[in-house]
């Protein structure tokens, strides 16, 4: 019996932080995971973000059939925009997600006087689906925004893994919380190849319970008389929600203000 013929090509975020995106090929079956940009550094003035090179992606367009983005931050759903003015696809992603990518495709056009369409396809966080034949199981994961997830792709060698950003944090709230048990039944079946993060993974020691803000700023609340002003990642929903529970519980009035709106 004749095995699919299966490659991975990295068309952003090799050794650099965002603009992270993949494709992969399985036969004449092409799949893109996440489609991010990363900021500039300091020396390119008059750039606003950095995009992945699409040319192979749209010499090959009629071969792609979805679009998979694994969580709402810009490293990894921002370069949207561009890719489907050149490649229009559905895309696959869980609830918050797919409120946050039409938020961006709205804005974008609105912005630039452009207008297309998109299908963005809704999917459960433990949803295993079937696209253009080929059986793609998500799993959630933790990170600082709801609704991440993994992707495996079944192929005819075992799954080929994207693990996206994640840490484990057993203490972590609902919609944050990954699922270890799926985690384990897909490595039992068999994996051909793991894409995972690695931020960071030359470090001692561990991320969790290091990236919770609220020890770390709890005594500010409590000494503070006056106005407490914290600069956040607007996309960190983890944290924000963290500052909005300190502001609860020290009876404070709290306003989000950012590049958008206010409130």
Known sequence: MKKSIIKLMPIGGQDE???SMYCLEIDDNWFIIDAGYRFPEVDKLGVDVIIPNFDYLKDNKDKIKAIFITHGHDDV???LPYL???VNV???TTDLTADLIDQLL???MRHSHVSYKYKIKRVNMNATIKVAGVEVDFFPITHSIPGSVGLAFLTDYGYIVYSSEFIID???PERFRCNIQKMMEIGKKGVLALLCESSYSKNDGYTSPNHKLTAKIES???DASGRIIISSYAQNAFRTQEIAQLAKKYN???CFYGRDNTT
Do not use: D
């Open 90 to 92: 559905p895309i696959y």
């Open 17 to 19: 932080n965002g603009k």
């Open 84 to 86: 489907l003015q050149e």
């Open 220 to 222: 500010i609340f409590e």
């Open 170 to 172: 057993f203490g972590a």
């Open 106 to 108: 709205q804005r974008y």
């Open 77 to 79: 759903m921002g370069a």
């Open 252 to 254: 404070r009035k709290i």
